[in-house]
Each structure stands twice: as C-alpha cells, then as structure tokens.
Nanobody
Framework: QVNLVESGGGLVQAGGSLRLACVASGRTFSTYHKAWFRQAPGKEREFVAAIRWSPDITYYADSVKGRFTISRDNVKNAVYLQMNTLKPEDTAVYYC????????????????????WGQGTQVTVSS
C-alpha cells in the first residue's frame, strides 16, 4: 500500500507560481510512474503531467506545456509540480497519482492507469 499526501496548494495571483509536492509513504516510491491530475468545479478530472519511472520521460497536457514542470526525488520519495505563469483556468484541486511499474503499455494521461491517489490540494488563481 502506498499513501500519497499532497501539499503546496494555495491562493496566487495570475502570473504567479506555486510548487506542489507529493510525498509517498508505505513503500519505496522510486519504481512507480507518477502523475498529477486536476479537477475544477463541475468538470471532469483531467491529466496535467506525468513522469515515467524508466526511462525518465515526462509528459504534459497541452494546456500546461511550457509552464509546468514535473520532477521527482527518489531519496525523498516525492514528486513535484512546479507551476509558473499561472492562469485563472488553472484553478482546481490537484491530485497526485502513482502506478507501480510493470511491463506492458502505459498510458500516462489515463486516470484509470493509476492505483494510488492522494487526497488533493486546492490551487486557486485569481485574476
């Protein structure tokens, strides 16, 4: 069992930055694919970014490409989402997700891929 806890959300003005963190406990997190999703009020959960366990490849939604960066720290059992040039449409609850590495295909943007989810952290961007 892997427990994921997000932090770093908050209220920020448009154009500002936030850094989200997701720390895992319970198992070694290094051999997991990791991702961030978000859900705005009245909308479905959507993919934001993912980082593959191996090879170290990152994936981004078009809406955040060039503004957000996903990274990980295997020593700290953590994954991060650096969010720059934030826009009001980035307002949502952000969720960390993880999938244990296994052979076979991996669709990083599909929420059904992921076995473990955090409780979410609210990000609000004011205009």
């Amino acid at each position: 069992q892997v427990n994921l806890v997000e932090s770093g959300g908050g209220l920020v003005q448009a154009g500002g930055s936030l850094r989200l963190a997701c720390v895992a406990s319970g198992r070694t997190f290094s051999t997991y694919h990791k991702a961030w999703f978000r859900q705005a009020p009245g909308k479905e959960r959507e993919f934001v970014a993912a980082i593959r366990w191996s090879p170290d490849i990152t994936y981004y939604a078009d809406s955040v490409k060039g503004r957000f960066t996903i990274s990980r720290d295997n020593v700290k059992n953590a994954v991060y989402l650096q969010m720059n040039t934030l826009k009001p449409e980035d307002t949502a609850v952000y969720y960390c997700a993880a999938k244990r590495f296994a052979s076979g295909s991996y669709s990083p943007s599909s929420s059904s891929e992921y076995e473990y989810w955090g409780q979410g952290t609210q990000v609000t961007v004011s205009s």
